[in-house]
């Protein structure tokens, strides 16, 4: 049993951010239930957590342990030496969960107060941060504002998708300024927990003490402030310590998902203030950034990985960094349980379902289809000789999208698009890479196209 929970633990530290793991899985614990040898209880320290991990993390360990146990497991959610129901404190405005009052994990930590009070994590920095045309834009900004907070860009908004490296930027900005200015007051804060304080500080009666300390601070970063949505009295709270830190020309940061006007259920004038400042995109990594990436997660792990095992990744896992570092993960440890060197062959068989998913999920002919739908015109079109700009601009863009999105090489794609030559399909690559950085819509385009041909 020790060993299949000390798998999850690995399994989601790897995958969500430190704060979230040392939030919602690290404090949890599992026990053995006598019923049956895979009938478990997790026990979390209080139910506001328990029910989170219910919501979000309980499918994801049952089916780690189908994986681990080759079986289905059951497991039972209980409460930490709690003999009675918490209650829920219900207002006009919206339901807040009774947050029973915890030991702060920074005071169990003495390593270095100062910095642990900031809440950042130390790896995280512009040094461990692989630039590429996804995030070059955002990087750049980011360390304009490192360099000058309160003065460049302010607030700095940071959107993307998923395991994109939203977190790690502004950990890099904020371990940069704490370290450059040591006396200066700097909280990182996930928009859950600065939920949790906000809703302790109306159940304590520290109403002002809250306010007195998120006011007060030099650096404020939020992490995905798309967990505001709807939660009216968090976002009032913020929208005046928002207006605070920007008159004292205090430096805030803000993460979401995606860009700030098209986050359901946030109020209009907190958007309005995201306008203040810059905001900018991270973008799913291109090919080269994600062999860069995984070569330099690598190197920190201290484990010899090939070109063409990295490239065999890469081509295969186009969404995210932290699907990336997974499927990495997997391939190292496939190799060492079956005792063998880490070479091509054994990375197929360790993403052996992950490139069968691939190759059935997105077609050559799908990338045809919808960007043909997309831009109105025939697929025939596609592998035509016509040269129109109508014509020519969306056949790079399928060039494009398939050298991106599938596994075929390039004198491939060039059969399939009318027979042309591989250094075609090359030129339309290069043509759609440069043009996305210059042309808004056209980088929309794109987005949209990606995200429709990945369902």
Same mark, same amino acid.
């Given at each position: 049993?020790?060993?299949?929970?000390?798998?999850?633990?690995?399994?989601?530290?790897?995958?969500?951010?430190?704060?979230?793991?040392?939030?919602?899985?690290?404090?949890?614990?599992?026990? &053995?239930?006598?019923?049956?040898?895979?009938?478990?209880?997790?026990?979390?320290?209080?139910?506001?957590?328990?029910?989170?991990?219910?919501?979000?993390?309980?499918?994801?360990?049952?089916?780690?342990?189908?994986?681990?146990?080759?079986?289905?497991?059951?497991?039972?959610?209980?409460?930490?030496?709690?003999?009675?129901?918490?209650?829920?404190? @219900?207002?006009?405005?919206?339901?807040?969960?009774?947050?029973?009052?915890?030991?702060?994990?920074?005071?169990?930590?003495?390593?270095?107060?100062?910095?642990?009070?900031?809440? /950042?994590?130390?790896?995280?920095?512009?040094?461990?941060?692989?630039?590429?045309?996804?995030?070059?834009?955002?990087?750049?900004?980011?360390?304009?504002?490192?360099?000058?907070?309160?003065?460049?860009?302010?607030?700095?908004?940071?959107?993307?998708?998923?395991?994109?490296?939203?977190?790690?930027?502004?950990?890099?900005?904020?371990?940069?300024?704490?370290?450059?200015?040591?006396?200066?007051?700097?909280?990182?804060?996930?928009?859950?927990?600065?939920?949790?304080?906000?809703?302790?500080?109306?159940?304590?009666?520290?109403?002002?003490?809250?306010?007195?300390?998120? +006011?007060?601070?030099?650096?404020?970063?939020?992490?995905?402030?798309?967990?505001?949505?709807? &939660?009216?009295?968090?976002?009032?709270?913020?929208?005046?310590?928002?207006?605070?830190?920007?008159?004292?020309?205090?430096?805030?940061?803000?993460?979401?998902?995606?860009?700030?006007?098209?986050?359901?259920?946030?109020?209009?004038?907190?958007?309005?203030?995201?306008?203040?400042?810059?905001?900018?995109?991270?973008?799913?990594?291109?090919?080269?950034?994600?062999?860069?990436?995984?070569?330099?997660?690598?190197?920190?792990?201290?484990?010899?990985?090939?070109?063409?095992?990295?490239? /065999?990744?890469?081509?295969?896992?186009?969404?995210?960094?932290?699907?990336?570092?997974?499927?990495?993960?997997?391939?190292?440890?496939?190799?060492?349980?079956?005792?063998?060197?880490?070479?091509?062959? @054994?990375?197929?068989?360790?993403?052996?379902?992950?490139?069968?998913?691939?190759?059935?999920?997105?077609?050559?002919?799908?990338?045809?289809?919808?960007?043909?739908?997309?831009?109105?015109?025939?697929?025939?079109?596609?592998?035509?000789? &016509?040269?129109? +700009?109508?014509?020519?601009?969306?056949?790079?863009?399928?060039?494009?999208?398939?050298?991106?999105?599938?596994?075929?090489?390039?004198?491939?794609?060039?059969?399939?698009?009318?027979?042309?030559?591989?250094?075609?399909?090359?030129?339309?690559?290069?043509?759609?890479?440069?043009?996305?950085?210059?042309?808004?819509?056209?980088?929309?385009?794109?987005?949209?196209?990606?995200?429709?041909?990945?369902?």
């Amino acid at each position: 049993m020790s060993e299949f929970w000390s798998t999850c633990l690995n399994r989601f530290e790897q995958e969500l951010p430190a704060q979230q793991f040392n939030t919602w899985i690290k404090g949890l614990r599992l026990e &053995k239930e006598p019923t049956g040898p895979t009938h478990f209880r997790l026990v979390a320290p209080n139910r506001f957590v328990m029910q989170w991990v219910r919501e979000r993390y309980l499918t994801q360990i049952e089916a780690l342990g189908v994986e681990y146990f080759s079986a289905p497991i059951s497991i039972n959610l209980g409460v930490a030496d709690a003999p009675v129901d918490i209650p829920v404190i @219900v207002s006009a405005d919206e339901e807040l969960p009774v947050v029973k009052p915890v030991v702060s994990v920074i005071s169990a930590r003495n390593s270095d107060p100062a910095y642990e009070k900031t809440r /950042l994590n130390r790896e995280f920095t512009f040094d461990t941060l692989v630039t590429g045309r996804a995030n070059d834009l955002a990087r750049a900004a980011a360390q304009q504002v490192a360099m000058n907070p309160g003065v460049s860009y302010n607030p700095l908004f940071i959107y993307g998708g998923v395991g994109l490296g939203k977190t790690h930027l502004i950990h890099a900005i904020g371990n940069s300024i704490f370290t450059a200015n040591p006396t200066m007051e700097v909280r990182y804060v996930h928009a859950e927990d600065y939920f949790s304080d906000v809703v302790r500080a109306f159940q304590q009666n520290s109403r002002e003490a809250f306010k007195h300390y998120y +006011r007060s601070l030099d650096l404020l970063l939020i992490d995905d402030i798309q967990f505001f949505n709807r &939660k009216e009295r968090t976002q009032e709270e913020f929208f005046y310590a928002f207006n605070a830190l920007v008159e004292a020309k205090k430096q805030i940061i803000i993460t979401c998902d995606t860009y700030p006007k098209d986050v359901q259920g946030l109020e209009e004038r907190l958007v309005s203030r995201f306008d203040w400042g810059l905001t900018v995109a991270i973008e799913p990594p291109e090919l080269e950034m994600r062999i860069a990436i995984l070569k330099k997660k690598a190197e920190a792990e201290h484990i010899s990985v090939s070109d063409e095992v990295s490239f /065999l990744i890469a081509k295969n896992l186009r969404s995210n960094v932290r699907e990336l570092e997974g499927a990495l993960n997997r391939v190292v440890a496939y190799a060492r349980f079956h005792g063998r060197e880490i070479n091509l062959e @054994v990375a197929k068989e360790a993403l052996r379902d992950i490139i069968g998913a691939t190759n059935r999920q997105i077609s050559l002919e799908l990338v045809q289809k919808t960007v043909s739908e997309f831009y109105k015109i025939k697929v025939a079109d596609m592998y035509s000789q &016509k040269r129109t +700009r109508a014509i020519a601009r969306p056949r790079q863009v399928a060039m494009w999208l398939t050298r991106e999105l599938t596994s075929h090489s390039l004198p491939e794609i060039g059969e399939a698009f009318g027979g042309r030559d591989h250094t075609t399909v090359m030129h339309a690559c290069r043509t759609i890479i440069d043009l996305r950085g210059k042309d808004s819509r056209l980088n929309n385009d794109l987005h949209v196209l990606m995200q429709t041909i990945k369902g």
